[in-house]
């Protein structure tokens, strides 16, 4: 049997045991990560998995059942099961649940990969990380860390509305870290971004970042940074570099315009939302200068796809035009419920997980500036990049960041460092304050992020690019 005919076994089993709508995806997974400490080899972690994982909808119930065996007998099992599942959960009095309608068919998707990262030696791999760590001690690193991370998915996925999509999604990243130790101080510097920068490419990638050149510098700032003076506190102007803006962007919006926690069915990792589904098309999110879009089509982003997991054709969609917000995230269901025409980001991280509603490439649009006309248009304000920590309230609206480094500016200079840099916020008020917007923008990838119950691992990519904001709170403590 191809993979095609298990999930269609699968879905035929679903719809004989009673269910009206059904689907299944097939996955084969591979995975390889190596990290390095201080010049040599620590863990090397490679492992393969497949399986099918079978949703069912009964009345208002879905149901989920997932195998790892991809025999015909197994896979109608799973059918059944699920089928099963969804009655027991409709039994719960409710109008029965709609899906967004989405054109059915054949489809295949591959994400560009020049060179396969499988197929790179272990050596090479475990040299490059090897290089970069020593070097990092020789300039002073009292910890010194690197890391690659692959993963390689293949997925084949049937509905019964005639679905039939294959996709291949190759991703990968790498980075450094340099920690160094002081006197009742500890400070870190990374480089591209804490734990590094990934996206749905080849070797490539990683080729690319050169993260060797790298590892003599960020070990030298890390030592700086032990006797650099703290960041002051009080109101002031803020500019942020372009990975600190993925995360911003990533906490304070993506995981706010996710519409199942907007509508209250989803609220693990940090809550539901503050947005109100009656504001759509009216909010006042940010400045005129944010334009927030949802767009898994971008090569090589991390968020990209050719199809979500409910057989969607990925798609580019405004979250936020012009500081008005006008679009979420959601997904077939979700989105018949509030009345949208439109889903196309519901995924899951593998074929044991019920796909939800995930972040797919939420993006700002880059803007007329540079990093060199902010700096130089500042009197007085403090330059702050690279995440070190984040916390958000339940609402996603009142956040506090801190960052690696921070850059004091005066008079239109860039002047001394800064330690243990923070800056806190409410949302919209933050957003708003935005006045300036560089054009280098930069697909960010965060291979880590958090949802629902069991917990899933999603991929999502933040484009973004430098910006700055007018009398923001900074230096706060605790």
Avoid at 87 to 100: N, Q
Avoid at 395 to 409: P, S
Wanted: hydrophobic share 40%; aromatic share 8%.
């Amino acid at each position: 049997m191809t993979h095609f005919d298990v999930a269609t076994a699968a879905v035929q089993a679903a719809l004989d045991a009673g269910a009206r709508y059904a689907d299944a995806r097939v996955m084969h997974r591979r995975y390889e990560a190596m990290s390095a400490r201080n010049g040599d080899i620590e863990d090397l972690n490679q492992s393969e998995d497949a399986g099918i994982g079978v949703r069912a909808l009964v009345g208002s119930g879905w149901g989920f059942y997932a195998v790892p065996d991809l025999s015909d007998a197994a896979a109608r099992a799973a059918g059944s099961r699920a089928a099963k599942t969804a009655a027991a959960s409709a039994r719960v009095p409710g109008p029965a649940t709609d899906l967004a309608p989405v054109g059915a068919g054949a489809g295949s998707w591959a994400s560009a990969c020049e060179i396969d990262p499988l197929t790179v030696p272990l050596s090479d791999k475990g040299d490059l990380l090897v290089h970069a760590t020593k070097t990092m001690r020789e300039h002073g690193a009292d910890v010194a860390e690197g890391l690659y991370q692959v993963w390689d998915t293949e997925k084949w996925f049937v509905s019964s509305e005639g679905h039939r999509i294959d996709q291949h999604i190759r991703e990968c990243g790498a980075g450094i870290s340099s920690t160094a130790i002081g006197e009742g101080e500890v400070q870190r510097r990374s480089y591209p971004a804490y734990r590094g920068q990934y996206g749905t490419r080849g070797w490539e990638l990683v080729q690319e970042l050169d993260i060797a050149a790298h590892a003599a510098r960020i070990a030298d700032e890390s030592r700086a940074l032990l006797t650099a003076p703290l960041c002051p506190a009080g109101e002031t102007t803020l500019i942020l570099g372009g990975e600190q803006m993925a995360l911003q962007i990533h906490e304070s919006v993506g995981h706010a315009i996710e519409l199942d926690r907007i509508l209250g069915w989803e609220a693990a990792f940090a809550g539901t939302s503050w947005l109100d589904l009656d504001q759509l098309g009216s909010l006042h999110y940010g400045s005129e200068l944010m334009n927030i879009t949802i767009d898994p089509t971008i090569p090589g982003a991390l968020g990209s796809f050719g199809f979500d997991d409910e057989g969607t054709p990925a798609a580019r969609r405004d979250a936020v035009r012009e500081g008005r917000w006008v679009g979420v995230l959601a997904g077939r269901d979700s989105a018949a419920v509030a009345g949208l025409d439109y889903a196309g980001s519901v995924r899951a991280d593998g074929w044991s997980r019920l796909p939800m509603v995930r972040m797919t490439n939420v993006g700002l649009e880059p803007g007329p500036h540079t990093l060199e006309e902010m700096i130089a248009a500042t009197d007085d304000g403090v330059f702050m990049e690279t995440n070190r920590s984040w916390s958000i309230d339940d609402k996603r609206l009142n956040f506090q960041f801190g960052t690696e480094i921070a850059y004091e500016i005066k008079n239109g200079r860039q002047g001394r460092m800064l330690r243990n840099p923070t800056y806190t916020g409410i949302g919209p008020i933050f957003w708003r304050s935005m006045d300036m917007l560089s054009s280098e923008s930069i697909a960010w990838g965060t291979p880590n992020c958090g949802k629902g119950q069991p917990g899933q691992v999603g991929h999502t990519g933040h484009p973004a690019a430098p910006a700055r904001f007018q009398n923001v709170r900074v230096g706060v403590r605790g």
